[in-house]
């Protein structure tokens, strides 16, 4: 186990015999014991949504007694809600999550003091909600309020654990400004309307956030006790289909907007608008039956009707599929080259230089993360396929297998 400087809370918490039976198990763990539980109970840790990624958290967070938490969410319980978010049940539909929740946690255990706070995240509040934080643990399941948690941690100083899920794919980080990379440093703008359908979710298995709000909860408890290595500079992504975990390394950017040293972060801003419904790139004014013009930035996502246009052009881009081995043999597209995700960072020289690239995966979340990656590399005309072979058998050939 490797040590590693703690959280600033003061322990100020002393266990009475109750505690000490409630948490005996701990107690015998090297690098816990007595004076980290204590710890634990004297910390607060804020999350942010408490929807498929917020309850497991949550839930874990209270049983290892966690001493404050502070729930933030505007949204009330919905059926659809109930096969991923385990805190409800049928009869809280309608509910405010956040009412519904603190009650579980708080029969739960005790000890905790949970502080329900039943609005959205917000550039009006955040600064109010997060301050008193030792962690905050972003279960949201949107981009502007990701972006808008990773600006407000910069600017408190507050680390971030980070969760998110899409469909039957996940990815946690442990984002802490003042000794490696935030959010930005990994996405420095949120992604074009074209990439996600809209703020709703698109579909996501219901065990999916279990393992990644599970994980996020772990990298709180491992910060607040000091131990253990953590995710920062790194991003562990989970295929549950493939059952497989991968990572990738990432640097602090220089050139962050948020935490470089020519930062120009001094307020907070919502970014309501990034994930409109039914916003496609052809409301945004590019066409979705041509080529980009001959001259123009070549653009970060593509929607299928799209690479349809560029395979029939005059210049065809070269397609990258970075999914798994088991994913390839049930299909690809047609001449791609397979460059699977973990390997990108050995094998991108692979890559011409002299042709526009099209990165692909099953949804789309593996493809941008690859497009990114690439671009940071030098390779500037470089694509991620929205929706990815699911929306290319959906849209355009049946015949290649969903899955």
């Known amino acids: 186990m490797r040590a590693r400087a703690c959280c600033t809370c003061s322990a100020s918490v002393t266990l009475d015999p109750a505690q000490t039976r409630r948490y005996a198990r701990q107690l015998s763990l ?10 634990l109970l004297a910390s607060t840790v804020v999350l942010v949504g408490v929807g498929g990624l917020g309850c497991p ?8 007694g966690v001493g404050r938490l502070v729930l933030v969410d505007g949204d009330r319980v919905d059926e659809s809600n109930l096969h991923r978010q385990v805190l409800y049940t049928t009869a809280d539909v309608g509910r405010p999550k956040v009412e519904a929740a603190a009650e579980r946690l708080r029969a739960l255990n005790p000890d905790v003091a949970v502080e329900a ?15 008193g934080a030792d962690v905050v643990a972003d279960g949201s399941d949107n981009f502007p309020t990701r972006f808008l948690v990773n600006d407000a941690c910069v600017l408190l100083g507050l680390p971030n654990a980070h969760g998110s899920i899409f469909r039957f794919e996940g990815q946690a980080s442990f984002f802490d400004p003042r000794n490696g990379p935030c959010y ?10 074209g990439l996600v359908p809209s703020c709703a979710e698109a579909g996501v298995l219901g065990i999916l956030p279990g393992v990644i709000g599970s ?5 709180v408890v491992k910060h607040l006790l000091g131990i253990g290595e953590g995710l920062a500079g790194r991003l562990l992504l989970y295929d549950a289909l493939g059952m497989t975990f991968r990572e990738l390394r ?10 470089g040293p020519g930062s120009t972060l001094r307020d907070l801003a919502d970014l309501d608008g990034f994930c409109e419904a039914g916003r496609s790139p052809i409301e945004d004014g590019r066409p979705g ?12 996502s593509l929607e299928v009707e799209e690479l349809v246009a560029l395979l029939g052009g005059p210049e065809p881009p070269l397609l990258v599929d970075v999914r798994e081995e088991w994913e390839v043999a049930l299909g690809m597209l047609p001449g791609a080259l397979h460059l699977p995700l973990g390997n990108l960072p050995s094998r991108w020289p692979e890559i011409p230089r ?7 995966c099953h949804a789309g979340l593996r493809s941008w993360e690859a497009m990114q990656f690439l671009r940071s590399r030098g390779i500037e005309r470089v694509a991620s396929l929205a929706g990815g072979t699911d929306a290319w058998s959906t849209r355009v050939d049946p015949s290649l297998p969903r899955y």
């Open 354 to 360: 002299e042709r526009p690239v099209v990165v692909y």
């Open 215 to 219: 994980l996020q909860a772990t990298e």
């Open 184 to 193: 930005r440093c990994l996405h420095p703008e949120p992604p074009p309307p």
């Open 117 to 131: 706070r039943a609005e959205r995240l917000a550039a009006a509040n955040a600064r109010e909600l997060l301050s």
């Open 250 to 259: 990432l640097r602090k950017d220089p050139a962050c907007p948020a935490c």
């Open 289 to 300: 039956d041509a080529p980009p013009p001959p001259g123009e930035e070549f653009p970060p």
């Open 30 to 39: 090297p690098g816990l014991g007595r004076e980290g539980q204590e710890r």
């Open 57 to 64: 958290a949550a839930l874990y967070l209270a049983a290892a």
